[in-house]
């Protein structure tokens, strides 16, 4: 399975992007999927993920209530609606497929196949 992410870009602070994350392949079993970034000098960073139904989301703190996870199964394909960003969003954002679903907070480890990721890029 591969992972193409699209969508990033400049934007300034306040404003929007909504990035894109389709899965080709064999994408045969039923699959959650999910959103990380990584800044410069840091960490990878949870940011998001949806259930294979789309019923459960999960938010990282410092993106909840700016940020939107969904996901249309026809075309294997998670959005990530971003409003109101800040600098400190800045990042390259990468997807990811998880499990069908989470039993407690989603972590790294439950994630594969990992996308090339896009540039967020937000200006102050």
């Known amino acids: 399975v591969q992972l193409q992410a699209s969508g990033g870009g400049l934007v300034q602070a306040g404003g929007s992007l909504r990035l894109s994350c389709t899965a080709t392949g064999r994408t045969t079993r039923s699959f959650g999927m999910g959103w990380f970034r990584q800044a410069p000098g840091k960490e990878r960073e949870f940011v998001a993920a949806?259930?294979?139904?789309?019923?459960?989301?999960y938010y990282a703190d410092s993106v909840k209530g700016r940020f939107t996870i969904s996901r249309n199964n026809a075309e294997n394909t998670v959005f990530l609606q971003m409003n109101s960003l800040e600098a400190e969003d800045t990042a390259v954002y990468h997807c990811?497929?998880?499990?069908?679903?989470?039993?407690?907070?989603?972590?790294?480890?439950?994630?594969?196949?990992w996308g090339q990721g896009t540039q967020v890029t937000v200006s102050s």
């Open positions: 949806i259930s294979w139904s789309g019923a459960i989301t």
């Open positions: 990811a497929l998880g499990p069908v679903t989470w039993s407690s907070f989603p972590k790294a480890e439950d994630f594969g196949s």
